[in-house]
């Protein structure tokens, strides 16, 4: 049995649906602090049976100590962590007691079972600014510029240590560039429980209507359009990659590191371009300073875990982007018929309809019913297919302000910062 921690959230669900469709079972540990329960139904639905899941945080040391003498877990996924750059900066204390303390906490527990098989979420920001693209393994670690790449880093070096003193100990430590995407049915995809920190749930967010305007942190990079360079990479080709990992370290001892990513870099101008062009749906954009932090590009050079585990990412950027627009209209039909209301008729004609109007082009339909039918006809003029997003001032939203998820209310916390 495979432990998943973090396995309800974005990257997790993922990769619990990649064990499961290799005939393993999984017991799933998450405290559901960004994620929700709907999770487990929709993991279910498309692999056919369930994952066991306990509610509970890896920085609880007895629930750790029952959970393990509960299951026969052989290997530990650790998923958990919180990942946003720049909540990080604003609240780091928060990420090194979630990021390195839960570690530790799981390290200690893992050892008193007697479980000695751990791949970690890690992540490209450890290091930091490189000055040399792409970015391999043999490159410098220990310089990042935030507090989320420091935990990142201090929790691998836990487990480099922890491998160096004891030869039972096999860790994968994998490092992720951007993943983004969805699941290719529409059903399972990042749902952020709070605002969105990272660029494509927050373009998403836009792009439905939910929010008025994309806000794009920098655009004096030394980059192709002075806006930051990422290497986005499909969650789905990265769950792959865990389960490869996985049967590289069984029966192995020591520490392996593979970066995880595509070897192309995308600036978030070519990102928001290709957004439009593949979903056909233009996305309001503003210009703000540059956010503590960042970097201005980072892309992967991927060979090491092509060569040693027979990885490669499979899928462009115009796969990721039109699977997640997908996982978004459907998430937003999906609580259509709680919010249709006389009130909120304008909304969904102007709003929602950016989801509807544009699915036949990624082949998505949703079921069509009465309620469905008064707003399938709408058609608002900025929907327009192939529209350029403006990008030279606060364009003022045409949509209204109101959420088609969760709320009918318009959101008014402070604008997130978006790489």
Same mark, same amino acid.
């Given at each position: 049995m495979i432990l998943v921690t973090g396995g309800t959230g974005y990257i997790g669900a993922q990769v619990v649906l990649q064990l499961l469709g290799h005939g393993q079972t999984v017991v799933i540990l998450d405290n559901l602090c960004n994620s929700s329960r709907t999770s487990l139904e929709r993991i279910a639905r498309l692999g056919g049976r369930r994952a066991r899941f306990v509610l509970g945080d890896v920085r609880n040391r007895a629930q750790l100590d029952a959970l393990f003498a509960d299951f026969p877990i052989t290997a530990v996924i650790h998923c958990a962590g919180l990942k946003a750059v720049g909540e990080s900066v604003r609240e780091p204390l928060r990420y090194y007691d979630s990021n390195v303390g839960g570690s530790i906490t799981l390290c200690q527990a893992m050892a008193a079972a007697g479980v000695f098989t751990l791949i970690f979420s890690s992540s490209a920001t450890?290091?930091?600014?490189?000055?040399?693209?792409?970015?391999?393994?043999?490159?410098?670690? *220990?310089?990042?510029? $935030?507090?989320y790449g420091f935990s990142k880093l201090m929790a691998e070096n836990v487990m480099t240590s922890l491998a160096?003193? #004891?030869?039972?100990?096999? +860790?994968?430590?994998?490092?992720?560039? /951007?993943?983004?995407?969805?699941? #290719?049915?529409?059903?399972? *995809?990042?749902?952020?429980? @709070?605002?969105? /920190? $990272?660029?494509?749930?927050?373009?998403? @967010? +836009?792009?439905?209507? @939910?929010?008025?305007?994309?806000?794009?942190?920098? $655009?004096?990079?030394?980059?192709?359009?002075?806006?930051?360079?990422?290497d986005y990479v499909h969650v789905m080709d990265l769950a792959e990659g865990h389960w490869l990992a996985l049967q590289a370290l069984m029966g192995g001892s020591g520490v392996q590191v593979w970066n995880l990513g595509t070897g192309q870099g995308y600036s978030v101008l070519q990102v928001v371009d290709a957004f439009t062009r593949t979903c056909g749906v233009s996305v309001p954009l503003v210009f703000e300073p540059r956010r503590a932090g960042d970097v201005a590009q980072c892309w992967a050079d991927p060979d090491k875990a092509r060569r040693e585990l027979g990885w490669q990412a499979r899928r462009t950027l115009d796969d990721m982007l039109r699977d997640a627009w997908r996982w978004e209209c459907r998430l937003a039909a999906q609580h259509r018929p709680i919010l249709y209301t006389p009130l909120l008729q304008g909304f969904w004609r102007d709003g929602l309809l950016r989801c509807v109007a544009h699915t036949a082009a990624i082949g998505f339909t949703t079921p069509r019913s009465a309620a469905t039918a008064r707003w399938q006809g709408c058609r608002s003029p900025s929907s327009t297919p192939g529209t350029a997003p403006g990008r030279t001032a606060a364009t003022p939203s045409p949509w209204p302000r109101w959420s088609p998820c969760r709320s009918p209310h318009r959101r008014t916390a402070p604008r997130p910062p978006v790489v």
């Open positions: 450890v290091y930091g600014d490189s000055p040399r693209m792409p970015i391999d393994e043999r490159c410098a670690t *220990g310089l990042p510029t $935030n507090p160096a003193s #004891d030869a039972r100990w096999s +860790v994968g430590l994998l490092r992720y560039f /951007n993943p983004i995407g969805a699941h #290719d049915s529409g059903e399972l *995809g990042e749902a952020p429980a @709070q605002i969105p /920190n $990272n660029l494509l749930p927050y373009l998403l @967010q +836009v792009a439905s209507g @939910q929010r008025d305007v994309l806000h794009v942190y920098g $655009n004096d990079y030394a980059t192709v359009d002075g806006t930051g360079v990422r």
